[in-house]
């Protein structure tokens, strides 16, 4: 009686069975698949989106303790109330919806400083926070940051006096 053969053409001992090269293909797809299932998981981690924005930082002044930490400049050397209102007001938002916001975060290799950097369960996006700038600017910033920026437009707030 000839022995049995598989899908690919190579003997096998019995019938509705697998060489053991089909078997391995086999097991190679379903370990791939699991490991591209983990690999997706991990990457839609808050741990996934600190690394992410770790690696991208400079290393000298990085340091967690500046995750949801409000940071900016005194009015007058280099913000206006205007923007440092609406860059608070953003701040305020995306904490209340539980997402870790790094403020004035600085950027390896001359890569420039964010208004606000924003963790969402692994994905990371930058908020820029502009009042008189050129278009030509906010270009240049979209090229040079590391991350997907939103640009937010702040207009002038009305004080009550």
């Not at 000839?2 to 899908?7: D, E, L």
């Not at 820029?128 to 002038?156: G, H, L, M, T, W």
């Amino acid at each position: 009686m000839p022995p049995y053969k598989c899908k690919c053409g190579n003997p096998i001992a019995y019938t509705h069975g697998k060489c053991k090269t089909c078997k391995d293909a086999e097991f190679q797809t379903k370990l791939n698949k699991r490991v591209q299932h983990l690999q997706n998981k991990y990457r839609n981690t808050q741990v996934y989106g600190h690394s992410r924005v770790k690696h991208e930082s400079e290393a000298k002044f990085w340091a967690t303790s500046h995750a949801n930490c409000f940071r900016g400049s005194p009015v007058g050397k280099g913000e206006t109330e205007a923007h440092l209102d609406k860059k608070y007001e953003r701040w305020k938002y995306h904490r209340s919806l539980g997402r870790t916001v790094y403020c004035e975060l600085i950027f390896s290799h001359g890569r420039g400083r964010a208004d606000l950097v924003i963790v969402d369960k692994g994905f990371v996006f930058i908020e820029e926070v502009v009042k008189s700038e050129s278009e030509a600017s906010i270009v240049q910033k979209k090229n040079k940051y590391p991350f997907p920026v939103v640009v937010i437009r702040c207009d002038k707030i009305k004080k009550v006096i």
